[in-house]
């Protein structure tokens, strides 16, 4: 918390944290293996990038959050974990204008991760949501702390016994899942949503068209609508927490299956097995 | 703050409160005179609206939230201020999910207010932002936390040397101003963008619109694009904190002045007046 390690009951900011007046700042999720933080460049390029969109100076350097990032991993013995760092412009003036907030806060903490094992993994079950984004909004492109639409999503799933929500744009066009990019596979084609949808350019979406150039099979970045969805072969999502994740169903319909998403699945545990070790 | 008034050096929050993470919260801004905030009614209203939305459980009733406020106000002396209420979903475990976070944050506190004297009025430069809204946007009927493109949109105003963000939605359509309601005049009718345009429900807007009936004067909610805006007799926003201010130019261009802005600040200024006498 702002370079202090602290327990979490005690890490606290400021009531008047623009972070928490106005979700004016941004995160990243990573999973952290064998206690590195996997895939922190692409994570940091991220933020980097959202925190200039956002007139947001960062108070420490990359190489200085990764340090603390370690250390905090170290110092809670947690090598297999889910580190999260969020970075707010920090306590201001009322109101929106963005004069006299010069310290933002930044706050890493660690959490219990998922399993990457074949046998412990999910299938998880969709709902589209009835809330809506931005027709290819500018700041889907970073993670924002204004997340109450994926958040709303997300309830309204989980109370209809889903596990995951679809987000479409106010045009009806699928953008992403509320915590997660999207795949489907059409012929054996990989495809995916096109970031100028306004999809998030997630860290695990990008390792998946790696795996697809390298393994090799077809991947394509194309619009598509719920009713087109139910027609593919299969239906998958990826995440920094999770990897890749099948989906089993969408709106109650079951979806199918392909043995590609297992392939593709097995190529990133073996990714991540590499570079951990590495 | 949750029930405790404290110095505000030590108003306090978790760093895991999902106000904080997510913008998954809530606020109203209020003006006080005479130490009674001005239209609490109205503006509780939205709040419990917009908490249903998110399923959000108020921990206080409105009377209660009242009660704390004019006890804030009394202990700061403060009579003519700007109280912010801020309630969040508070602490929960990572995630979008709200399952768990059951202890939401309420925050009030109190700031320095504009005076509604005629001779201190502000003329506001507008500046059309490049940040857009989504059409229709469902949750612009509450104040939620997630006001960074609001944020971003006054910080490009302020950059450009203008005070204020005109916010259009992705189809173009004028919406309203980052902190304010919009109104123009045509041909001696007063116009403003209709709620299904994605409009905040402004407790200032409802006044505004109530003072022409009662004046009477000819009122339309109609849709506009900046180019026509720019043809309007004049130009001006409606907030909480300042009334009714005119606008002096839109995107550099000198926008008309009409007297019946003057007339309906003046008829604002006597109604708060009366209800805060009362």
């Not at 370079?3 to 990573?30: I, K």
Request: hydrophobic share 45%.
């Amino acid at each position: 918390l702002n370079g202090q390690f602290v327990p979490a009951s005690e890490a606290v900011v400021s009531a008047f944290d623009r972070g928490f007046l106005y979700g004016d700042g941004l995160f990243e999720t990573l999973r952290v293996y064998c206690g590195r933080p996997f895939r922190w460049t692409k994570h940091l390029e991220r933020l980097e990038g959202g925190a200039a969109c956002l007139h947001l100076r960062l108070p420490y350097s990359a190489d200085e959050l990764k340090s603390a990032a370690e250390e905090l991993i170290r110092r809670n013995q947690m090598p297999e974990a889910v580190l999260r760092l969020a970075v707010s412009r920090g306590p201001g003036e009322r109101g929106y204008s963005i004069a006299g907030a010069a310290r933002p806060t930044v706050v890493m903490s660690l959490h219990p991760a998922a399993s990457l094992a074949e046998a412990d993994r999910p299938r998880w079950r969709l709902l589209t949501s009835s809330w809506r984004v931005a027709v290819r909004d500018r700041l889907g492109q970073f993670k924002t702390s204004c997340r109450l639409v994926h958040v709303l999503a997300r309830a309204e799933a989980e109370l209809a016994g889903a596990d995951e929500a679809l987000l479409l744009d106010t045009d009806g066009q699928v953008v992403e899942a509320a915590g997660s990019n999207l795949f489907w596979i059409q012929g054996g084609v990989v495809c995916t949503v096109p970031l100028e949808a306004g999809a998030l350019p997630g860290v695990t979406r990008s390792i998946v068209l790696e795996l697809c150039a390298a393994l090799p099979v077809a991947a394509r970045q194309v619009p598509i609508t719920p009713p087109r969805l139910l027609q593919a072969d299969a239906v998958f999502l990826s995440l920094s927490t999770w990897g890749l994740v099948e989906a089993a169903s969408l709106d109650g319909q079951t979806l199918g299956v392909s043995p590609l998403v297992q392939t593709l699945h097995q190529r990133y545990q073996a990714l991540v097995a590499a570079e951990s070790a590495a």
